[in-house]
T-cell receptor
């Protein structure tokens, strides 16, 4: 079975500071990894995903994540936080089955607060 | 292009009543998923449709939950009778491709269900 752990249910950063949201996964096979964001009163939006190839993945809104197999991690970063980044962030991994489809296994989410 | 839509956005019902949630996927997406987030916990997979067929319903909690996708377009999720532990946010997602690097699930805004 696959699982995802997000360290820190709440993270607070100052505007302009580095954002680092942690995600570790367990998987018996090479995973596909995702970061989704949920802004207030909105649905989940895909930030970025890793499937194969380059381990540093760039997403929308200046976010990026690096797949580190040796550490089983997929941490999300952004060099400079903006007030509009305040949201809840979810790390997810695919759970492959029958070779025809995938279902997502999510972490518990990290709520990012950005202060002035 | 319209995204995934869900109706209603909120529903408050009494224990023992019936509620039906609706999801309209992105046009042309054969794959439709239901997920649920109970307060404070992770988003969990419920089931997956490919067109009108249930590909995987391993996440359905019990037989009080019935999902349908007649005609392979929109889907409904009925809870009958509702219990207190059914409260949470129900998300619907759709994807064009199932499995592989191109598989990306697009989420709706969710339906917040409160059972009193």
């Amino acid at each position: 079975a696959q699982s995802v752990t997000q360290l820190g249910s709440h993270v607070s950063v100052s505007e302009g500071a580095l954002v680092l949201l942690r995600c570790n996964y367990s998987s018996s096979v090479p995973p596909y990894l995702f970061w989704y964001v949920q802004y207030p009163n909105q649905g989940l939006q895909l930030l970025l995903k890793y499937t194969t190839g380059a381990t540093l993945v760039k997403g929308i809104n200046g976010f990026e994540a690096e797949f580190k197999k040796s550490e089983t991690s997929f941490h999300l970063t952004k060099p400079s936080a903006h007030m509009s980044d305040a949201a809840e962030y979810f790390c997810a991994v695919t759970l492959l089955y029958t070779g025809t489809a995938s279902k997502l296994t999510f972490g518990t989410g990290t709520r990012l607060q950005v202060t002035l | 292009e319209a995204g995934v839509t869900q109706f209603p956005s909120h529903s408050v019902i009494e224990k023992g009543q019936t509620v039906t949630l609706r999801c309209d996927p992105i046009s042309g997406h054969d794959n439709l998923y239901w997920y649920r987030r109970v307060m404070g916990k992770e988003i969990k997979f419920l089931l997956h449709f490919v067109k009108e067929s249930k590909q995987d319903e391993s996440g359905m909690p019990n037989n009080r939950f019935l999902a349908e996708r007649t005609g392979g377009t929109y889907s409904t999720l009925k809870v009958q009778p509702a219990e207190l532990e059914d409260s949470g946010v129900y998300f619907c997602a759709s994807s064009q491709v199932a499995g592989g690097p191109s598989d990306t699930q697009y989420f709706g805004p969710g339906t917040r269900l409160t059972v009193l």
